[in-house]
C-alpha cells in the first residue's frame, strides 16, 4: 500500500541469489541476511493464476512460456503448494497423458512434473497406467533425436515410481 500497488495481495517479496529464488515467507523469512537484494514479484496465486490461464487457452508460445516460468518457480515449496491446491499438477498429468504438450511444452511439462513431486506433498501412487506407459515411450524410443532433458525426466520419474510407489 506504500508504494500505491494495486491490489497489494498480488504480490509478494523473493529471494532474488541465482541458487535461491524462493518467496519469503514466514517460515523462510530468517535466512535474509544483511544486505540481502529482494525482489518485488506476483504472489505465488497470482503467478499460478496467470500461469493456469495460458495452459488452458493460450496459444502454443504462451503454453511454452508459462511452462517455462512454471519448470523453474516450481521448486519454490510455497509455489508448488499453491500450484497443486489449484489443481495445476492434475493439469500437468492430463496433458502429459493426453500428448497436447509437444516439444519444449512437453520438456518443460515434464521438468515441472519432477519439480513438484519432488517436494513429497502428492503421493507416487496416484499416477495411473496410461502416464507411465506415455513416460516409458519416450525413453523406450530410440528412433527420433531426443532432448536430454526429456529423457532425463522421464528416468526420474521412473526411478521414483520404482522406489515410492506402492
Known sequence: KAWGLPDPVNYALQFSE?????????????????????????????????????????????????????????????????????????????????GKFKGDSFKYALVTFVELMDHGIISWDILQNQFINKVVSFVSNQSNAQDPKIIQSCLSILENIVLNSS
Open 18 to 98: 541465482s541458487n535461491n529464488q524462493n518467496y519469503i515467507t514466514e517460515k523462510n523469512r530468517n535466512e535474509i541476511k544483511n544486505g540481502s537484494v529482494l525482489r518485488l514479484e506476483q504472489s505465488p496465486a497470482k503467478t499460478v493464476q496467470d500461469i493456469l490461464a495460458k495452459i488452458n487457452t493460450g496459444t502454443e508460445a504462451e503454453q511454452t512460456t508459462a511452462l517455462t516460468k512454471l519448470s523453474t518457480v516450481s521448486s519454490d515449496l510455497t509455489f508448488a503448494l499453491e500450484f497443486i491446491n489449484k489443481k495445476g499438477l492434475s493439469l500437468i498429468i492430463h496433458n502429459i497423458e493426453s
